[in-house]
């Protein structure tokens, strides 16, 4: 009779145990001594696993679960039924009950059973469970049998579904409900097995593709340094005339080395350049040729023609019955080196994705059960309650629920200053909580987050296309296939019109015209570019939505500005306060012939204004509201307040009667304005709205509010008209208010009383307009516009501005969104898209020169004149550093700076 | 001229002539999408050298749902490109990504990996 190791499950003779222990009644026989000191820790925990396979005792009470199921919410009464039929017909599940509108349903069951085999009953009836999977990495997980132990122990774990171990990956896969189960919980179902865990190599898709990067970097690496290897010698008995030593060998030594290169360099064919052969083949039976199929041609001519020439010396013309081996090994050699060297520089250009996907917070602390607890950003869920402490960042986007705080937004909406949120407010993930604690609910989590949307649309750009490459696409086509013909042309014209030995000049010369030929660098050279260009636009919070827009970009001519919210802050503000000459009569009460006047001072006026304005709802009497308290001004508590519809207010403050309104207001109420009125069409010629302020029937002066021009709209449209761009204005504005402003921000051109659904055909006359140089074909034009109302103009744009948050869904209109506020973000939107397109012209410009110089110079055109023909050798390497160089320039991209940063 | 330059010449003529046919005039397999029961237009295309299958056609209007699994390491075909759907995405080695869209308008459109190395083409009716 055998006995079970409690701890390793494994059936044991009591006889032979290593060792035995007595516990709470019962007896324990062990394997091994790892197994006996496991139990002595915490003998408590074997002695209760009733059953060796669930780690569950019977004994315990009976458990309740909540099971969500997919297919149940909002189901049919069936899907109801049929569910908890699939339950109870489980040994020990005593009582069910599906709800179909919570999607779950809660089971009172023996704990004997275990969740997961609910799970398998349900999967079999055709239904999912919806729990959240993760994967756990296990250390030094090298025992295939210490598997099931790790898995049954997981499975056993309160609210785990299911449990896979994968020695392989030495990774665990969970699946769990996670609403109760904490990571933590995990992880020590797996400490108690002796094991560590670690975080599973990140689910984060780009980690997982530098992780691929990384080992495919060192496999290639491996295949370059044994084709390298062979290359030396193979090498030194290519070329025996050269080499000292070798140079005294007799004929027959030398067939024997040759014999030796022959056998060595196979391995260097068919395992450093197994990638050229299989990727050839697979094109092949594609009807398709690319680099692969040159480099396998290449390579598999130069020493199919050497192992014929020097075993059939005798059928070979005098002097051609030698062997090119040396070929063979260093052109795989330096090829797959490239192509290593090329991976790495890949690597860079992604940087700007990695920075964005920086700002995310790594940890939440949610509040579950009414436990606060530390999880992974990736496990909270929509509705989770957080917690966010002073200093930290929020981790997803949410409504405020309790608490308060002001938050920096800048990196997500480019609010320079920090923004106060209140409960009902809403939070953005990866912003940074500045002052309070506060909690929210999260509302978007994983990649329904504003942050995870922006990363896809930068990434979605990085790989679309820019119709620049067209041309490269169509030559890439016909590229190969046209090579192949003209490396057999030249095979044949140096056959027939060469010099001696004809077979090993033809040979030589068409191995090397399949060789230098380098699709690759054609390939490449618009992709990385533009990578890094939508990359740094990134960086300078530019969305460039996709390549077309980045190349039109360049070329704009004609930058229309929306004029409200664009140039200016879209709010009013209090600009100016003018006082009328007349006193301020200070008391009242005194005898009326010693009547004292004192000056009123700018801020009493504010201060009575401002106090009265408090109950009115006008945007125009918040400015000034809101002008009074930046001025540090006290407001007291009008009575007696009163609005006239479209005049003005009247209200009595600290006993003072005043009166606040327009022209007609003061007209209707007869106060006499004197040199005021003069005054304030001065204002309006500036932009400004003038309102008249009364005090005890007395004209006391103006107060001007003005929806006033951003901090860095000047410098922004200066910086434009340096760039050569012309900057036109549009605005519904009365054009008296719209060429104040144009004024003060230097435009010329302003486009004024244009109503919304007009602006898209003013921007269609604009590109049309004859003045442009191009004449027919127009300038193109830029719209730059911060809402919904300028959708119609920004598509009509050649290219489309949006300024607006990150969150905005205007996004979607335009072709470029300016996520700082700036204007500022326009120039260094077209200063990225001329870097960028530069940087491609210079690459494509490279990738055409290369190809077209190199290949006939490796046909041999300058022999006749100059005498001169390519080594193969040379060839190689100028093939496999071609492509770096693309994408090296490519990279140079980072270290842009543009002069005009919004940062 | 000798026979053997005769023979090359010709040989060399020929052979131009088999690589024109081959790589753009013989006819190309093509393999029409099957349409699933959620009325989605499912493909599952391997990447190993290439796509296979290569030429895939669909029709318009319709979602089109296509499995890629990526059997080989080689870093050049981590990410397929539909550059005219605005579609990328990751293949990391050995999974199968499912990228999903409509294609609206009739026409050839091509995909391909970062470098445009690999190619295939979505023939939409």
Known sequence: MTVKDPVCSMEIDPKTAFATREHMGQTFHFCSENCVKQFDADPHQYALSGSATTGFNPDLRRARLELPVVELKDGKPQTAESVEAALKALPGVSKVNANRKTGTASVEYDPATTSAQMVTALRSAGFRVGGAQVRIGIENLRCASCVRFIEDELKSTPDVLSASVNVATQEATVEYLPEKTALAQLNVAIEKWGYKPRPALSEAPEDEQEAAHAHEYRRLMNRFWFAAVVSIPVLLTAYPQYVPLVRDWSMATLRLAWGLAALVTLPVLFWSGSDFFSGAWAALKHRSANMNTLIALGTAAAWLYSSFAIAFSSLFPEGTSEPFYDVVAVVIALVVLGQALELRAKGQSSAAIKKLLGLQAKTARVIRDGQEMDITVEEVLVGDVIQVRPGEKVPVDGVLIEGGSSVDESMLTGESLPVSKKSGDEVIGATLNKTGAFKFRATKVGKDTALAQIVKMVQDAQNSKAPIARLADTVFGYFVPVVMMLAVLTFVVWFNFGPQPRLVYALVTSVTVLIIACPCALGLATLMSLMVGIGKGAENSILIRSGEALQTAQGIKVVVLDKTGTITKGKPELTDVVLANSGWQIADSEPSSTLRYQPLAISDLLRLAASVERSSEHPLAEAIVEGAKARGIALTEPTAFEAVPGHGVIATVEGRWMVIGNLKMMNRESIALGVLEEKSKALADDGKTPMFAAVDSQAAGILAVADTVKEDSVEAIAALQKMGIEVVMVTGDNRRTAEAIARKVGITRVLAEVLPEDKAHNVHLLQADPAGKRGAGGRKVAMVGDGINDAPALAQADVGLAIGTGTDVAIEASDITLIKGSLKGVATAIEVSRATMGNIKQNLFGAFIYNALGVPVAMGVLYPFLGLLLSPLIAGAAMAFSSVTVVGNANRLRGFEPKFSAK | ?125
């Open chain 2, 1 to 125: 001229m000798t026979t053997a330059q005769i023979l090359v010449t010709a040989g060399g003529v020929a052979l131009c002539i088999f690589i024109a046919w081959f790589f753009w005039f013989a006819p190309k397999g093509q393999t029409r999408a099957a349409t699933g029961a959620g009325g989605a237009q499912e493909v599952a295309v391997t990447v190993k050298g290439g796509y296979t299958p290569d030429v895939i056609v669909v029709k318009a209007g319709q979602p089109v749902r296509l499995h890629f699994t990526r059997r080989e390491s080689s870093a050049c075909s981590e990410k397929v490109l539909f550059p005219d759907f605005n579609q990328s995405v990751l293949l990391p080695a050995g999974q199968e990504v499912t990228l999903e869209f409509t294609p609206e308008k009739p026409g050839e459109y091509g995909f391909q990996c970062q470098m445009g190395m690999l190619r295939g083409k979505l023939i939409v009716e």
